[in-house]
T-cell receptor, first 112, second 113 residues
Framework: NAGVTQTPKFQVLKTGQSMTLQCAQDMNHEYMSWYRQDPGMGLRLIHYSVGAGITDQGEVPNGYNVSRSTTEDFPLRLLSAAPSQTSVYFC???????????FGPGTRLTVT | GDSVTQMEGPVTLSEEAFLTINCTYTATGYPSLFWYVQYPGEGLQLLLKATKADDKGSNKGFEATYRKETTSFHLEKGSVQVSDSAVYFCALTLTSGTYKYIFGTGTRLKVLA
C-alpha cells in the first residue's frame, strides 16, 4: 500500500493564481481531511469528507474548495491564492470517526 | 468548544532524561485521545492512543493515560534518545456526532547526546 500520497511536494504561486493540491489514498478509507500547519498554531482543519460525494467545512475553509467524486481522491482547490495561504498542507485519511489518521507527506505552498 | 492545550516548547533534554509533555483537553461527549509525532520534513504519524477513561496507550517506550477526572493525557517516557527529537501533537476526536479532529499546537522536543 502506498498509503496517503500528496502532490506536489512544493509549490510557489503568485497572488491571484489558482491551483489544485492532489491527495489520494489506497486504503479504502471513508474519512478524508485537509489540514494546514502554521507555526505556533498546530494543525487546523480546512475541509473534510465522510465518504464519496459528501464534504463539509472545517475550522478554516475560506478560500478553499474540495470535492470527493471517488473514495480514493480528495483534491483541495485554491481559487485565488493569497499570501495568507502560505503554509504546509497535509491530507489525512481514516477508517472511521474516532480511529487514527494516516497522513500524507505534505505540500509546502508559498504564495508571493 | 472542544479544544486541546499542550505545553509550549521547545523542550530540551539530555539523552536518558525523563520526559513529560502535558496535554489537557475540553470536549463534549466522549473523545478518543491521541499523541502524534512529526519528524522533520514528514507528515504526522500516530504514536499512541486511548479511547476511554483510564486507558493507557503505549508505544516505543512512550506512555499516556486517559484521565477523565483531570481531563488530561500527558505523554511520558522514562529515558529519551536523540532519535526521539521531533514535534509531538496531542489530539482528540469525537466518536459520534459532528466529525471533529482537534490538535494541540505541538511541542518540539530536542534531545542532546
Amino acid at each position: 500500500n502506498a498509503g496517503v500520497t500528496q502532490t506536489p511536494k512544493f509549490q510557489v504561486l503568485k497572488t491571484g493564481q489558482s491551483m489544485t493540491l492532489q491527495c489520494a489514498q489506497d486504503m479504502n478509507h471513508e474519512y478524508m481531511s485537509w489540514y494546514r500547519q502554521d507555526p505556533g498554531m498546530g494543525l487546523r482543519l480546512i475541509h473534510y469528507s465522510v465518504g464519496a460525494g459528501i464534504t463539509d467545512q472545517g475550522e478554516v475553509p475560506n478560500g478553499y474548495n474540495v470535492s470527493r467524486s471517488t473514495t480514493e481522491d480528495f483534491p483541495l482547490r485554491l481559487l485565488s491564492a493569497a499570501p495568507s495561504q502560505t503554509s504546509v498542507y497535509f491530507c489525512a485519511s481514516s477508517y472511521s470517526q474516532g480511529s487514527k489518521q494516516y497522513f500524507g507527506p505534505g505540500t509546502r505552498l508559498t504564495v508571493t | 468548544g472542544d479544544s486541546v492545550t499542550q505545553m509550549e516548547g521547545p523542550v530540551t533534554l539530555s539523552e536518558e532524561a525523563f520526559l513529560t509533555i502535558n496535554c489537557t483537553y475540553t470536549a463534549t461527549g466522549y473523545p478518543s485521545l491521541f499523541w502524534y509525532v512529526q519528524y522533520p520534513g514528514e507528515g504526522l504519524q500516530l504514536l499512541l492512543k486511548a479511547t476511554k477513561a483510564d486507558d493507557k496507550g503505549s508505544n516505543k517506550g512512550f506512555e499516556a493515560t486517559y484521565r477523565k477526572e483531570t481531563t488530561s493525557f500527558h505523554l511520558e517516557k522514562g529515558s529519551v534518545q536523540v532519535s526521539d527529537s521531533a514535534v509531538y501533537f496531542c489530539a482528540l476526536t469525537l466518536t459520534s456526532g459532528t466529525y471533529k479532529y482537534i490538535f494541540g499546537t505541538g511541542t518540539r522536543l530536542k534531545v542532546l547526546a
